[in-house]
């Protein structure tokens, strides 16, 4: 009869197994969006694509991100880009580039309604004044490569998907960043099997990244855009699950050297974007969280702990140590995996135990600013949201 420690040990080799199969499954899986941009002979712009920037207080970003989008190969642009009552030089940086390209609408945002996410709001005032059969929404840190657009609306017609995003790669320049964005790389990788989430409707069985969403005109308003998510903190994922749950077509590719994300300005600063979009994501429910933080804690800790325990007083069973092993390496394989997928250092590893640690703090401060209702972001409160267990 298992023992329950051995259980747990059981259990632990399990899941370490299945997190290899479903990376390993991944490899194929995830199409990386730089291996199918069309040949310049080949790549027809027949559809205008509207590109939707909503910007609060990005002076240092927006800059950037608005010349990778005027450099796109793609011609057929409107390119649309809301000041969200900045309260820096934001306004000047995108007038600016208004007066020097055509393309560049400038819009002034208003006050969002009560019970509504600022950003949601500003996304939806620039829905309104666009006109592309293309639907692209970006947020104000991302860097484009100049033929990402391209390529994407090129899958997007040939895959006739009704919204396309991307994974995007991450840049790094703090601490809080290195240790947390691998592991978030790692939780989708290892755990969603892409080939499955591209067949099936189930609204979990999905990942979407405002970085970059390319929907259909039709389909966004179909799925009722960000109208009928005002209040969710988490548009990406709000609305990918609900473009899946309608019998939508959803297309998940992988950005590295297409999308990139330009680094934060501090740790506090990524611990806060990371903690205002964990909770939401599991839908406010206690219960999953409690079953994560187990399952993360006993992976990330448990095989480790148990080696260590036999190394310095030698008072575990020896099947309790080839099992722990067993689950260690397994464990830093898919993270190899993970990493030389998405170029992060392969050294990160080594340090996945610092990671999930740092990850579970981050995961209880998330849980605690919602529930006592103090989540911020660009300087408004979050709107409440109902916790559940």
Known sequence: MI?????????????????????????????????VIPEKDKAIDRSLVSVLIPVRNEESRIGICLESIKNQTYSKLDILVLNDRSQDGTEKVIQASADVDSRVRAITGSTPPEDWVGKNWACHQLFQQSRGEFLLFIDADTILTEDT?????????????????????????????????????????CWLPIRLAHKKTNRFLSATFGQFMLFRREAYEAV??????????LDDFSLGRRTKSQGLRWVLFQGTGTVAVAASS??????RSVSRSLFPALNYSLSIFVLLTLV?????????????????????????????????????????????????????PLFHPLST????????????SYAFQITHWKGRSIPHRRIHW
């Open 149 to 189: 657009i391209t390529a994407a609306v090129h899958q997007a017609e040939l895959l006739e998907s009704d919204l396309l995003t991307v994974i995007p790669q991450r840049m790094t320049a703090c601490a809080a960043e290195r240790l947390l964005f691998p592991l978030m790389d790692w939780m989708l990788f």
């Open 357 to 368: 640690f740092f990850m579970l703090v981050v995961g209880y401060h998330s849980v605690i």
């Open 3 to 35: 023992e329950s420690a051995d259980f747990h040990h059981y259990l632990i080799l399990s899941l370490s197994v299945v997190f290899v199969l479903i990376s390993a499954m991944n490899l194929s899986s995830l199409t990386s969006l730089a291996s």
């Open 296 to 348: 993360f804690s006993a992976v990330g800790f448990l095989p480790l702990l148990t080696l260590i325990n036999g190394a310095l007083w030698a008072n575990q069973e020896y099947h309790r140590l080839v099992i722990s092993a067993c689950s260690l390496c397994l464990v830093l394989t898919s993270w190899y995996i993970v990493c030389r997928k998405f170029h992060h250092s392969l050294l990160l």
């Open 266 to 271: 501090s740790n506090l600063e990524t611990i």
């Open 224 to 233: 009722g855009g960000h109208f009928e998510i005002a209040g969710e903190p």
